[in-house]
């Protein structure tokens, strides 16, 4: 029983770095229609950010804000300089998903002999280790359960509360309509760049925390979990995402305590593929905050 | 629907035959005199993928080689060249890179690399084109192999899982170890280790406490380690490539901070595992707490001199060449590229067909033949008439009629700086033991 439990709090941990990754993923896809394959690779460069940043001597927790910096800006020029020229020229969604995976695939290039294609680790971002009826978490994984629940919370606000995520409600829902009632829709699109950015960036140095030790290889794994927990979620629906991120963070580590380990991700997507065949549009599709009214 | 497939078989025969067809180009010509033009080693291995660091080992091997032959008169004029060919780790991924390696190059001397992950994928593919192969892979499907082009100078998995358990009886400065946790990669090379380790360990009185295959590239093993901490061991018995760091820091996490003492394989001696393990889990653990097991080189010599300086030399190519100055699979696989020089010299013939047996005669020698180090001493060797011994950086080769070559093992661990320490050396009547107990 106690594994369980033990799996259960190591499960907080795997959900609340999945979160903060697909929400951000999620919001892109909705409101600017762009499946970005390379989500992930701008999450692990964004953790090898923090790295130098760290490794000059710095703590990893502003070492995590330059991470998000980075993912913003490099997002947000991804889309100006190369995805919005071809959504100009009507380049269709399978073109568009194309041409973000050969994005992917040169970050992944041409990052390589910048960075090397060894692991490396952050330096003391382990922290202390407390243990609560079974549940044995460091104070660092409390951190990032604490950040993500707050990023969540702030998503929320910004969606449901502010001016800008009713404009980016209303952009989501009808780009068209919302331009003619008067909503700047390209500026509305660069700040969703530049948040989802933020938290694509972040999420990316908080995986890579929960992981203790990174390569280059692994945004392609940061890319398929956060995929997963989207479109579990349903695509687009950012609450649909973050509950997404609670199935798939759980159920990974509870079936590594129950089963073999070797195969937990098998189980967490083979549940991803039941709720596909049973409902193919996702847990919250149409009732998540970025849906049209109605 | 019938049109589209009875077209896609005919695209799919058209490929491979002008694929085989290539091929049977690459690997032959026309046999007497070493022609002209540059002569290809092609480096099969992984260079993305969780076991991304095997390749850059064997490329160094390549590239330390190659100097050794080419400021030498090369073989026969002709210049070596190395080139990587990424198998990505994966089966799937290595069987048409192997393809397109023998039918684009038709230049290729040797292949050197194919690991466990992909050698059972990529083995038949290049002896069928007739190119010499040296495989860094365990797999004891090539215990007994029918292969002629493949070569192996490492020992069989088996060896490695043996003396890993052999450290855990018989090691120095600790009492043997009974409660052992198996904790390796679920990839194929990995998973190798854990049938003869397991047998070995439980007849010679030990007990596994868990054996636990592990995802390798997985995010996180908190899991898994609470499940393994849960068992107790006193050792853990290890090889999990591109995941180490992960995991080994979460044992020291979860168990306060305190390490469990950890053995790995002969592939755990590499400078990426251990910078990986050491960022992970600090240098003082890294040294306090491991124990690894190596073939017995002996990082000396004029063989593994010229070896060294060339893999200096060499990071003005890849500069992380020279951290491999004490990886036994690259002063392996450069010795199997300077042999396969010297095979080549020896029978003045470009054509694989005709040098590949020499190889073996080269490695293994005879009771009169001379014994050389390096490519230099080979030729001038071979152009006096005589018959050749090559002993390299790696030591001596003796292959059997299967083209395996064993050599005993020596317990070893890390300095701060990453060199190999020999810690210890299992007697002949510890080895017979373990081997007999592994079956």
Request: proline share 4%; with cysteine; aromatic share 8%.
């Amino acid at each position: 029983m106690d594994l369980y439990v033990a799996a259960f709090g190591f499960g907080l941990v795997g959900m609340s770095v999945i979160a903060i990754a697909a929400v951000g993923f999620t919001m892109q896809f909705g409101i600017t229609n762009m499946i970005n394959l390379a989500y992930g690779e701008v999450m692990i460069s964004s953790a090898y950010v923090a790295y130098y940043v760290n490794k000059a001597g710095v703590t990893i927790w502003v070492g995590m804000i330059a991470g998000a910096l980075f993912g913003a800006v490099f997002s947000f020029l991804l889309n100006r300089f190369v995805y919005a020229p071809f959504q100009r020229k009507g380049t269709s969604h399978i073109g568009m998903v194309i041409v973000s995976l050969a994005v992917s695939l040169m970050i992944a290039n041409l990052l390589l002999p910048i960075v090397g294609y060894y692991s490396v680790s952050y330096q003391d971002t382990t922290g202390g280790l407390l243990r609560a009826g079974g549940i044995v978490l460091t104070t660092n994984q409390i951190a990032i359960i604490g950040v993500a629940v707050v990023l969540m919370l702030l998503i929320h606000g910004l969606l449901r509360y502010t001016r800008l995520g009713k404009a980016m409600r209303a952009t989501a829902a009808n780009p068209t309509l919302a331009r003619n009632c008067g909503i700047p829709t390209q500026r509305v699109i660069d700040a969703v760049w530049l948040i989802t950015g933020a938290l694509c960036g972040l999420a990316g140095v908080v995986a890579a925390m929960n992981s203790d030790s990174f390569a280059i290889s692994n945004g392609a794994g940061f890319l398929i979990t956060a995929l997963a927990a989207a479109v579990l979620g349903g695509a687009g629906q950012p609450y649909g995402a973050m509950i997404g991120a609670v199935i798939i963070g759980l159920v990974t580590e509870l079936s590594a305590a129950a089963w073999a380990p070797e195969y937990k991700e098998v189980v967490a997507f083979g549940i991803l593929v039941l709720v596909m065949v049973l409902r193919p549009q996702g847990l919250l599709a149409k009732r998540g905050a970025l849906a049209a009214a109605g | 629907m019938k049109t589209f497939h009875a077209r896609m078989r005919f695209g799919s025969a058209a490929c491979s035959l002008a694929v085989l067809m290539l091929a049977a180009c690459g690997g032959g010509s026309s046999g007497g005199g070493l022609g002209s033009g540059d002569l290809l080693v092609g480096v099969l291995a992984p260079f993305s993928g969780a076991d991304a660091g095997l390749g850059p080992a064997y490329y160094a091997a390549c590239l330390a080689a190659a100097p050794a032959i080419n400021n030498n008169g090369g073989v026969g004029g002709r210049q070596v060249k190395c080139q990587q060919f990424d198998t990505r780790g994966e089966p799937a991924d290595a069987a048409p890179a192997a393809s397109a390696m023998v039918a684009g190059n038709s230049n290729l001397m040797a292949v050197v690399g194919c690991t466990s992950d992909e050698a059972s994928a990529v083995a038949p593919i290049v002896d069928k084109a007739h190119i010499p192969m040296f495989c860094m892979t365990g797999q004891s499907e090539f215990n007994k192999t029918n292969l002629k082009y493949f070569h192996r100078l490492v020992p069989a998995d088996v060896y490695d899982a043996f003396a890993m358990v052999g450290s855990a009886l018989y090691g120095p400065n600790h009492a043997p170890y009974k409660n052992a946790a198996l904790v390796f990669g679920d990839d194929i090379g990995s998973q190798a280790f854990v049938d003869p380790a397991t047998k070995a360990f439980t007849k010679l009185g030990g007990k596994i406490a868990i054996n636990q295959p592990i995802k390798l590239g997985a995010s996180s093993y908190r899991t898994e380690v609470a499940a393994m901490l849960k068992s107790n061991p006193d050792v853990i018995l290890t090889e999990a490539l591109g995941s180490a760091g992960t995991y080994l820091k979460e044992v020291k996490t979860q168990n306060g901070g305190k390490m469990i003492p950890f053995i790995g394989t002969s592939a755990t001696i590499d400078p990426t595992w251990f910078q990986q393990v050491r960022d992970a889990i600090g240098i003082d653990d890294l040294l306090k707490y491991y124990a690894g097991v190596d073939l017995g080189y002996t990082f000396s010599g004029p063989a593994y001199s010229e070896f060294l300086t060339n893999l200096n030399a060499a990071a003005s190519t890849f500069k992380d060449a020279p951290k491999y100055k004490q990886r036994g699979s690259t002063l392996h696989l450069y010795d199997g590229i300077i042999m396969t020089a010297l095979a080549m010299v020896a029978t003045n013939s470009a054509d694989p067909k005709v040098y590949n047996s020499k190889i073996i005669d080269i490695a293994n020698g005879t009771s009169s033949a001379t014994v050389v180090n390096t490519y230099k001493d080979g030729v001038a060797a071979l152009k006096a008439g005589k018959s050749i011994r090559f002993v390299g950086a790696g030591g001596e080769n003796n292959f059997d009629q299967y083209n395996n070559s064993q050599s005993g093992y020596i317990l070893v661990g890390y300095d701060k700086d990453g060199n190999e320490v020999t810690v210890g050396h299992l007697t002949p009547d510890q080895t017979s033991k373990l081997i007999a107990a592994g079956g």
